[in-house]
């Protein structure tokens, strides 16, 4: 495909803090910000942009490598990436860093671009009880049924959760099952976990170029340190959910602090010498964004808030956000020492945070999905941004440009001063309260004994059309009913649909029957009486019947419709049907 | 028999004519083309009558039908810019009342102070919505409908058959006698509703007058409006103005671009129109028609006080001012344009209707009951029986009685099975009896019988709220917020529910 390049140049370029690079509005990078990285992957002092890409989820995932505004290689990638970083894993000269893509069980470590390792999680304790019941299925001692049903019992019971295997097997229609048994009885049951997140943890030095360990978190709650040469596990923590958003600093010789958000909505913060977490978070609703700031975490919840927190899990400050979070980033310019939270917004918009203070906005044509800041090429303050439709935005800081802080929220409401539209008392209105005023006891009394004559109205006509069951909802304590009818054709056939609702709380209506009352000159019904099933509580039955006209003068009628109880020869309730006049003949 | 000499018969058949005693004045000429068939006088005469008996002005006969709404060819721009569209609802300029206030039509425009063709009917969004016939039946095309019942009509009454045989009639020849052909044509297409033979008529007759009657065209074009060639039409009136300034044609090319869903140029139209002829009521009215749909109720509002410099007994423009008033919170002086009204002669139930709504809300209530009793005396069809228990309904709330608001309620649903103000007004007192079932049920059906009101969903969304389904509620509340994007209760119920879905 080839990449449509466009430089956007308007009049709000002058004004802006950005300078627009480059905007590929058609560049099919979809990813998030997980998958997104910086690195100088040839040692030559550039910056690439590396990308796991997603593609469409089930095919196209690639990993795609960008210089400038070119895409410099793209390699495919087996599974669904779900996290990557790039690192430096030793000393060795030229330092070129190395790229770790994590998708399903493993971490691919690409070097120079070229696939270099294959780490695999190590597989997880498989339930004795399991294996007892698939070795029995492996000799046909067992049926699939009974199988089913062993694994049923287990997953029910068990501490230890079922295999995948299993657990897939469950899900089966019963004809499958054979089949599935027959395929995998012979192979041995293995349980395995996926990696959710993954970062990097400087080793023992705190310089830029120092070598780092990966730390993956996993679907089963563990979190583990990998050492960056022989990938062994150094380490091994466990969370009690799993996690989603990880953020790591520190050394791993020396001290270091792990911050993970996990699915269960809460923030755990891990220390060196403790397999357990050190503090906890717990949030009023699902993180979607996590970033650290110095030693402050930024949190974006769904429920469109941003909350800081120190390490300790202490809340500083929530700002709250016009729109639902996408995705978060860091800002670091460290020449300027300067720090801001990056937040991409479903309103295309991206803010930018010092605190819990706004002090920019960039507008985005589409939705970001990710967000990435740092140094591209040779240009410092470069911010990259793929959408929601697959585009990429490149942006870079202007050197120019100043973030101001400032309070958010200074004085009363805009509300306070805008002024309601209250209509002008008029001098009309004045005489006649000055009419009120001096006959009071006059008009109080006509309109005493008027309402009075109204109710008695009322209440005759009302009685009128409960005793003859005009109201399309019957007044009977035994049989709630609602009907309406809706006519739909154009002619000389009509569809009527009687609506029809048992509006009681809880007991059903039967026996009940339907007929309809018409001019027989001008409309034929095949079928003008006929019963209606059990009415449900608080169900609609519609029910249809065909009317035919038979008139082509343009002549139209009512058509009533009666609701019937069984022995009973008063109608529950009456429906008018103002039939449309037939338009079918008198176009002919 | 005994015949009386007394005047000239023809002569007394024109003179009844011109005394708008048609029947009268066919039935002479009947007798005198009996005698002498080829009498041109006497026919010409007896096809002006009949024509006058069912003629109806044609400027303001307008029903768009389902075939000219749901497959329309003219529209280019699915979402028109904002003030440039009749059909956008929601294109008002800030000027209008929201719905809260004032009710709203399906189309998304406030109710106005008179019924006219074009207001009963909003724009179906769909097309089951658009063969649904609720209340009055929409006809298929603009070309049938009212037309065919008034030919029909006509067809019935005389039962030996028409009175002219248009098959057999040679177009050709009646074209070359312009004192024959201008009654024929308007038979035709009056009383006949013949369109396409009033048009090679039409067609013929002006290839006589060499492309010069101004007349000839203006038929041309209403032929081709009827026909639904809006394009054709609008030249033929254009042209038709080239040679004769008339207001009629200016009505005519306006009615045109309303058709074709450009308000702007029908403004400038009716404009050019006012340079020629100042002051000219029809005109006037014609803009401050358009400004109302459009919702800029402030405009429309200044064009009908206009109007009533020029005609003070105008009851369209009196009305709409009225409730322009009354919908803008001062009911006392809407209270004196209906009153004016009444002092006119305009003697309905409707008026009376509005009367009585005037005078609870401007606090005369010795007045109040009394007209809706004579509102109830004066009632002709069901429909209008409802309207007023409705609003007896409303003085029953407002004063605090729920029994009789209830009855009232049910009453006007009695009279009116698809009247959905009721049924949702009546799900509000079932809730406040604790008849959760009851009101839901009722609220349901409010919220398809009338889909453009945004009440029944947003009561449907509290209601769903407070027992607990809160999916439900949302659905609701997201239908009410497409009803009525700024009713700040739904956007708030919206907020909770989504703060609701999001907390852990």
């Avoid at chain 1, 006519?487 to 309809?516: D, H």
């Avoid at chain 2, 000499?5 to 007798?31: G, N, T, Y």
């Avoid at chain 2, 005469?45 to 009949?50: F, G």
């Avoid at chain 2, 009521?281 to 009533?308: D, P, Q, W």
Wanted: charged letters at 20%; a neutral charge.
């Amino acid at each position: 495909m080839s990449s449509v390049s466009q430089e956007l140049k308007d009049t709000s370029v002058a004004s802006s803090k950005w300078l627009d690079a480059h905007y590929d509005p058609v560049a099919n990078l979809y990813t998030f910000s997980s998958c997104i990285a910086l690195s100088d992957l040839h040692g030559d002092g550039e910056n690439k942009l590396v990308v796991g890409d997603l593609g469409t989820g089930v095919c196209n995932m690639k990993l795609k490598v960008y210089r400038g505004t070119g895409l410099l290689s793209e390699s495919t990638l087996l599974d669904l990436p779900t996290g990557m970083v790039s690192f430096l894993m030793d000393l060795h000269e030229p330092r070129t860093p190395a790229i770790a893509v994590a998708s399903g069980p493993f971490i691919y470590v690409y070097k120079n671009l070229r696939p270099y390792f294959k780490f695999t999680l190590p597989s997880l304790e498989v339930n004795p009880l399991e294996q007892d019941v698939w070795s029995q299925a492996k000799e046909d001692m067992i049926d699939p049924m009974t199988l089913k049903e062993m694994l049923e019992g287990l997953r029910d019971k068990a501490e230890i959760p079922l295999s995948v295997r299993s657990l897939r097997f469950l899900m089966l229609e019963p004809q499958e099952m054979e089949n599935f048994v027959l395929l995998h009885k012979e192979q041995p049951i293995r349980r395995q976990t996926v990696i959710t997140c993954i970062g990097t943890l400087k080793k023992n030095m705190a310089d830029e170029d120092a070598v780092s360990c990966l730390v993956i978190g996993t679907e089963n709650g563990d979190v583990y340190i990998l050492d960056p040469e022989a990938f062994t596990i150094l380490y091994k923590m466990s969370l009690p959910s799993t996690p989603t958003l990880m953020d790591v600093t520190g050394q791993f010789d020396v001290e270091f602090r792990i911050t993970v958000a996990c699915r269960n909505g809460n923030i755990y913060i891990l220390r060196r010498d403790s397999p357990k977490p050190k503090y906890c978070i717990e949030l009023s609703s699902h993180p979607v964004g996590l970033v650290r700031i110095g030693k402050n975490v930024v949190v974006g919840c769904s429920h469109e808030a941003l909350h800081g927190y120190t390490q300790k899990g202490k809340k500083l400050w929530t700002a709250y956000l016009p729109a639902p979070v996408t995705t978060m980033a860091l800002m670091d310019l460290p020449t300027r020492g300067f720090q801001a939270v990056l937040v991409g917004l479903a309103n295309c918009e991206v803010h930018m945070y010092r605190d819990k203070n706004l002090v920019s906005t960039i507008k985005t044509p589409d939705v970001v999905t990710s967000i990435c800041f740092g140094r591209y090429g040779r240009e410092d303050g470069t911010l990259i941004m793929t959408t929601k439709g697959g585009g990429l935005i490149v942006k870079i800081l202007k050197r120019t440009a100043v973030f101001e802080d400032r309070d958010s929220a200074p004085g009363p409401p805009i509300a306070q001063s805008i002024r309601l539209n209250v209509p002008k008392k008029t001098k009309l209105y004045v005489d006649q309260t000055l009419r009120e005023r001096e006959n009071a006891v006059a008009m109080h009394r006509a309109f005493q004994m008027d309402l009075s004559r109204l109710r008695l109205a009322a209440a005759r006509a009302y009685v009128k059309a409960l005793e003859s069951s005009l109201t399309p909802m019957s007044a009977s304590l035994t049989e709630p009913l609602k009907m309406n009818a809706v006519v739909q054709g154009l002619g000389p056939s009509f569809k009527l649909t009687l609506n029809i609702q048992n509006t009681a709380a809880c007991r059903p209506v039967m026996n009940l029957a339907i007929s309809f009352l018409y001019d027989e000159n001008l409309y034929s019904m095949k079928t003008a009486f006929f019963k209606i099933p059990l009415l449900v509580p608080g169900l609609n039955y519609p029910i249809d019947t065909f009317v035919e006209c038979l008139s082509d003068k343009g002549i139209s009628d009512i058509i009533k419709v009666f609701v019937l109880r069984e022995g009973k020869s008063a109608p529950l309730l009456t429906a008018h049907i103002n039939m449309p006049v037939s338009e079918g003949l008198a176009l002919n | 028999m005994e015949v009386r000499v007394s005047m000239e018969p023809l002569f007394l058949a024109w003179s009844s004519c011109r005394r708008r005693r048609f029947q009268r004045c066919a039935d002479i000429c009947s007798q005198l083309l009996s005698e002498s068939p080829c009498d041109q006088a006497a026919w010409s005469l007896k096809t002006r009558a009949l024509t006058e008996m069912v003629y109806i002005d044609e400027v303001e006969v307008d029903q768009e039908g389902i075939a000219d709404m749901m497959l329309d060819e003219s529209s280019i721009a699915q979402v028109a810019r904002p003030g440039t569209s009749l059909r956008l609802p929601g294109t008002s300029q800030g000027s209008a009342p929201t719905p809260a206030v004032r009710p709203m039509t399906q189309s998304g425009r406030p109710i106005t102070g008179f019924v006219r063709p074009s207001t009963l009917s909003g724009r179906p969004e769909t097309m089951e919505q658009a063969i649904r016939t609720p209340r009055t039946a929409r006809p298929v095309t603009s070309a049938s409908g009212r037309f065919v019942r008034l030919g029909t009509a006509s067809m019935l009454t005389n039962p030996d058959g028409p009175f002219i045989n248009l098959s057999r009639l040679n177009l050709a020849k009646y074209a070359k006698r312009p004192n024959l052909s201008k009654t024929l044509f308007e038979y035709i297409f009056h009383l006949e509703n013949d369109v396409k033979n009033a048009l090679d008529l039409a067609a013929l007759a002006t290839e006589q007058a060499q492309f010069k009657d101004w007349w000839w065209k203006v038929q041309l074009g209403k032929c081709y409006y009827r026909l639904g060639l809006h394009r054709e039409a609008e030249k033929q009136f254009r042209s038709a103005l080239t040679h004769q300034e008339f207001v009629d044609t200016y009505l005519y090319l306006a009615k045109v671009y309303q058709r074709l869903d450009q308000p702007i140029t029908a403004l400038n139209v009716f404009k050019q129109g006012l340079d020629h002829f100042p002051a000219e009521v029809t005109l006037l009215t014609g803009i401050a028609r358009i400004h109302e749909e459009m919702n800029n109720m402030t405009s429309a509002t200044e064009y009908y006080k206009e109007v009533l410099k020029q005609d003070n007994t105008h009851v369209e423009a009196i009305a709409c001012i009225g409730s322009n008033h009354f919908y803008s919170d001062q009911p006392e002086i809407a209270l004196r344009f209906y009153r004016r009204l009444l002092q006119m002669g305009v003697f309905n139930c409707q008026l009376y209707n509005n009367l009585g709504l005037c005078c609870f809300y401007a606090q005369q209530y010795d007045m109040t009951l009394s007209s809706f009793e004579r509102a109830l005396a004066l009632v002709s069809s069901d429909e209008e029986q409802a309207d007023i228990w409705y609003n007896l309904g409303h003085i029953a709330v407002g004063i605090g009685d729920l029994t009789l608001a209830y009855q009232c309620f049910k009453l006007a649903l009695a009279f009116n099975n698809n009247h959905g103000e009721a049924y949702n007004n009546l799900a509000v007192l079932e809730l406040r009896k604790g008849r959760i079932e009851q009101a839901k049920a009722f609220l349901q059906t409010a919220a398809s019988l009338s889909p453009h009101m945004y009440e029944p969903h947003f009561n449907f969304a509290m209601l769903s709220d407070k027992v607990g389904d809160l999916q439900s509620s949302y659905m609701a509340a997201q239908k009410s917020e497409d009803a009525f994007p700024e009713h700040v209760d739904t956007q708030q119920i919206l907020k909770n529910l989504r703060q609701h879905f999001s907390t852990l």
